[in-house]
């Protein structure tokens, strides 16, 4: 019997936990950019983030992830979504879930038993990424400064994720709503990140939220 090791993330003791921008203070910005602001900017701190690997080509596979998460396995550059779990495609067999903050480890138990028997990977990076969420009318505007990845609506619609080179580094840009879109960052790039969208945002306006 092969020993599996558990990372529990959120132990049952009391453990403060800070975000990548929690130096940042943006719950002392928030609420204090103008109403017509075009760029909103939110920060989805302590979600679970966990990666997982298979054989996404396997039935079997594909089934368990959908029983152990209630979503469909997406293809390549495609994301799913459902309330604040989401799941994305990062590889040809590597996938990233996020679910609310404190599930992750129930989350990963599920997919384990799910997939029991096949071969899988499942890892807890939550600790070392975090989204930010941008949403307003000059969203695209503004990416279009940052990326030269080309985000027009047919080529990047509702639903499309992908990693690329954005302001000089890399970062993984997701569409998850017509004026919405997340940036998927490392923590040691989150204060970069940080500084360059207040830099870049400054012709449109931005406004922090909570």
Do not use: C
Request: glycine share 10%.
């Amino acid at each position: 019997m092969t020993a599996i090791n558990q990372y529990l993330q959120r132990p049952a003791f009391a453990a403060a936990a800070e975000s990548p921008l929690h130096h940042a203070g943006l719950h002392e910005l928030a609420g204090k950019g103008k109403k017509s602001a075009g760029i909103r900017l939110r920060e989805k701190k302590l979600l679970g983030h966990l990666t997982l690997r298979g054989d996404g080509h396997d039935a079997a596979f594909a089934a368990g992830v959908q029983t152990a998460t209630g979503l469909p396995l997406p293809g390549a550059l495609q994301l799913v979504s459902q309330g604040d779990s989401s799941l994305q495609w990062l590889g040809p067999d590597e996938w990233l879930l996020i679910v609310p903050s404190g599930e992750e480890f129930a989350a990963e138990q599920r997919l384990r038993a799910a997939l029991e028997g096949q071969h899988i990977q499942v890892v807890n990076v939550s600790g070392g990424q975090t989204i930010l969420e941008l949403s307003g009318a000059k969203v695209r505007e503004l990416l279009m400064k940052s990326t030269s990845y080309d985000v027009h609506p047919n080529n990047f619609p509702v639903g499309k994720a992908v990693g690329t080179v954005f302001a000089k580094s890399q970062l993984v840009i997701r569409h998850t709503g017509e004026d919405i879109w997340e940036l998927l960052v490392r923590r040691s790039f989150s204060d970069y990140f940080w500084l360059w969208l207040q830099d870049a945002s400054r012709e449109y306006g931005l406004a922090v939220e909570a």
